[in-house]
């Protein structure tokens, strides 16, 4: 059964999303909030996006597995484009329609700095997280390869890849100037048989295959 709120998340309703979705292949697109657990809760992290009408879908400390969502799966979030810290003066570029884009565009903040892999820590919760996406029919692929880090200025930005949906970097959205999340491990997020499909030049699109579902302990 899929469901538009996560079950267990903490349900903090934005007033403000980002619209209706223009269809396409459903995406996820990770990022970091430029803090960590020690500092703020994903409460408190939530509130802040809202006042400042950013919201994420899931606001996600790895730490200590709490979740909180802001914003219906079935509607637009509005955090691409938007600095990715809590403590922000102005916008980063990004089309309008980025944030819109896939019949499905789940967008996940992360509480950690994107200079600092957060998967080289705990991952409480990352398999509710991925079981509730599964449920919704997002492949376990990552079209273009694993992020970059952060500062590497290498991030592949690709159009075709991004339409192919399945898991993204906010480092990798189009047209986007976002670096997070940094150089993290994507098998720590989707499992070891996540496919990772970037090649050079683009493999047919029948290689594009979606992973298997594997088994990813809380």
């Known amino acids: ?7 267990g998340a903490w349900r903090i309703r934005a007033a403000n999303d980002g619209g209706p979705l223009k269809g396409g292949a459903p995406r996820v697109v990770w990022l970091t909030l430029g803090t960590s657990s020690r500092k703020v809760s994903v409460q408190s992290a939530a509130a802040r996006l809202l006042a400042e ?12 597995g709490e979740i909180a969502q802001l914003v219906s799966i079935l509607r637009a979030a509005r955090a691409l484009g938007a ?9 980063a570029a990004c089309p309008r329609n980025a944030n819109t884009e896939g019949r499905l565009c789940v967008q996940i903040g992360v509480l950690a700095h994107h200079t600092d892999p957060f998967t080289a820590g705990p991952l409480a919760g990352i398999g ?25 200025h290498r991030h592949v930005r690709s159009r075709a890849l991004w339409a192919r949906g399945g898991h993204f970097g906010a480092s990798q959205v189009p047209g986007c100037e976002n670096t997070s999340p940094g150089h993290n491990d994507i098998d720590r997020l ?9 090649t050079t030049p683009l493999a047919p699109a029948a290689t594009a295959t979606a992973a298997a579902a594997v088994a990813i302990p809380v």
Do not use: F, Y
């Open 1 to 7: 059964m899929t469901h538009a709120w996560m079950p």
């Open 53 to 64: 009408q950013r919201p994420c879908h899931l606001v996600w400390d790895p730490a200590t």
């Open 83 to 91: 600095a990715e810290r809590l403590d922000w003066s102005e916008r």
């Open 128 to 152: 509710t997280i991925v079981s509730w996406l599964d449920s919704w029919g997002v492949a376990r692929q990552w079209p273009s390869g694993q992020p970059a880090p952060a500062r590497d």
């Open 190 to 198: 989707t499992g070891t048989h996540g496919l990772s499909i970037h």
